[in-house]
């Protein structure tokens, strides 16, 4: 329970981190997405189930308390952690590269997954462009972002591991 | 080092409820978005969890930006002084300037006769409390809710122009859709007198921060630097807000017709207060007053009740009968030019307001 709570807590925290102090920082109206980060770091450190698990609660946090296309990002983000999770064991999780590997495929992954559904909900732009403008701001700040994200988590989850 | 990966064994019971969940969230987004599935209750929880977090980041950041801002101001402090040397040298010129243009208003004003139809907003401040770093929509928090009488569909402006509408209105936050969410439609016009073109600003998912005026047909007039404002049609906008100005035009994805590119007049990059307009009025036009009477004429009720008290106690001199007519002959040409007067001045009123809202 204890556990839980701390994790519901990092999750808010973060959440609110993102759309308040990133947004100050941001380039072209695009900053970090630190629930992406943290989805992904948890997904490779917990597994498939917890990672998935970790993706839906955040992408459904987003979800409700930004008021975009409802279940966008709960979808986006539950395929994220589990597909982080499902290489949870194939992985050294005290590599350097690794958080910075995976925050720049899942970061892709989302994108597309996210460019997908908007296609099929009938919007049309010109990929190339938005791209440029988008994908390629937003790779920068993940790159920058996704090593202390990762660390944190690493270290907080290994608290609470001893704890337990 | 061990050469062993291990491997999780899923049971396939748990990769059936993802798959479920999953295909359930695919599902759900696409009814969400046209609008069959709402989540109100959970939609408050989550604006109740967030705001006190959001409000407190929110002020950690503003006194960063304080902090950081004031150690840049001292760091710049000698270019800053050159600079503004040399600005109080142009604005002295530029005094003068706008002495001579306010005294030729003022004469001009004097002149027509005119007085400013102005528009009457009623008002809330709020702050922006959280702001959606999403690729795909642009929305923001704001920390005022239905507690201080925002409702949803309440336009939301700064000084410069428009920023969008409230969509979700809870109790202390309410989440704003900003004009550049490729959702957002806003009808809008040409502010230039002899176009007047009418149109919809939409967002741009090609470039998040310039919108489209869209729906222009392939011939009307309309040239880079317009400025555009809000028509007032759909009822959620009020007329005459500035939405931005026209940087480029192209054909559509169709040919058929133009879209223009805008420039918002807002900065949405540092949009920290806005205020939501809770009630919009036109102003009431000011108290008719009587033009100035030529003495010995006046049509003034008193003067005109003296002067039948006057006439009564002459009439019981016969004598004086013919004296008391040619007064009231001339009482009733004084309200018939009065009439006329007023008429006047109400024609000229209407048309303030017309150009009001033309403006």
């Known amino acids: 329970m204890k556990g839980f709570c701390l994790r519901a807590a990092l999750v808010i925290i973060l959440y609110a981190l993102q759309t308040s102090l990133l947004p100050l920082i941001a380039w072209h109206g695009q900053t970090a997405d630190l629930m992406l980060l943290l989805t992904s770091s948890f997904g490779i450190m917990r597994g498939m189930r917890q990672g998935s698990f970790m993706g839906f609660l955040a992408g459904l946090l987003q979800d409700l308390s930004t008021g975009t296309f409802f279940g966008i990002h709960t979808f986006s983000l539950t395929l994220i952690g589990t597909m982080c999770g499902f290489f949870s064991n194939r992985v050294f999780k005290e590599q350097f590269f690794l958080p910075i590997l995976a925050a720049v495929a899942s970061t892709l992954a989302n994108y597309f997954i996210l460019v997908l559904l908007m296609v099929l909900l009938g919007y049309r732009f010109n990929l190339v462009s938005h791209m440029e403008f988008m994908l390629v701001p937003m790779l920068v700040y993940q790159l920058v972002l996704a090593y202390p994200v990762h660390r944190f988590v690493y270290a907080l989850e290994k608290h609470s591991g001893e704890k337990a | ?359």
């Not at chain 2, 530029?94 to 004097?110: G, K, M, Y």
């Not at chain 2, 139809?117 to 702001?131: C, D, E, W």
């Not at chain 2, 900003?178 to 009418?198: E, F, H, W």
């Open chain 2, 1 to 359: 080092m061990s050469r062993r990966v291990r491997r999780d064994k899923h049971s396939g019971r748990k990769i059936w409820v993802l798959i479920v969940v999953l295909v359930s969230v695919f599902c759900l987004i696409f009814f969400a978005a046209r609008g069959r599935f709402q989540a109100p209750v959970a939609n408050q929880a989550v604006a109740v969890v967030l705001s006190p977090f959001e409000r407190g980041i929110s002020w950690v950041g503003s006194q960063l930006r304080y902090l950081t801002s004031n150690i840049w101001d001292i760091a710049t402090v000698h270019e800053q002084n050159k600079m503004l040397r040399n600005e109080v040298e142009q604005l002295r010129i530029q005094n003068v300037q706008a002495s001579e243009f306010a005294a030729e208003n003022e004469r001009l004003r004097a002149l027509l006769g005119y007085k400013q139809a102005a528009t009457q907003f009623n008002l809330v401040a709020a702050q922006v409390v959280g702001r959606e770093s999403a690729t795909w929509t642009s929305m923001i928090v704001i920390n005022r809710g239905t507690r201080d009488g925002i409702r949803e569909n309440m336009a939301v402006v700064t000084e410069k122009g428009l920023v969008g509408h409230v969509v979700e209105a809870d109790y202390t936050t309410s989440k704003v859709q900003l004009i550049l969410d490729p959702r957002s439609s806003v009808g809008t016009l040409i502010q230039r007198a002899d176009s007047r073109v009418v149109g919809i600003v939409e967002g741009n998912l090609n470039d998040p921060l310039m919108p489209h005026m869209v729906n222009i047909p392939k011939t009307a007039d309309v040239i880079e630097g317009d400025i555009v404002v809000t028509s007032g049609f759909g009822g959620i906008y009020p007329k005459g807000l500035v939405v931005g100005t026209v940087t480029s035009l192209g054909m559509d994805e169709g040919g058929l017709l133009v879209a223009a590119t805008l420039e918002p007049a807002v900065d949405f990059q540092r949009l920290e207060d806005v205020a939501v307009i809770i009630s919009s009025s036109e102003a009431p036009p000011d108290p008719l007053e009587p033009p100035a009477q030529t003495p010995g004429t006046e049509t003034d009720p008193k003067t005109q009740l003296a002067e039948q008290k006057a006439a009564e106690a002459a009439s019981e001199a016969p004598a004086d009968t013919d004296a008391s007519a040619g007064n009231a002959d001339a009482n009733a040409a004084g309200d018939a030019n009065n009439t006329d007067a007023s008429n006047t001045v109400n024609a000229a009123n209407a048309g303030n307001a017309g150009t009001g809202d033309a403006q």
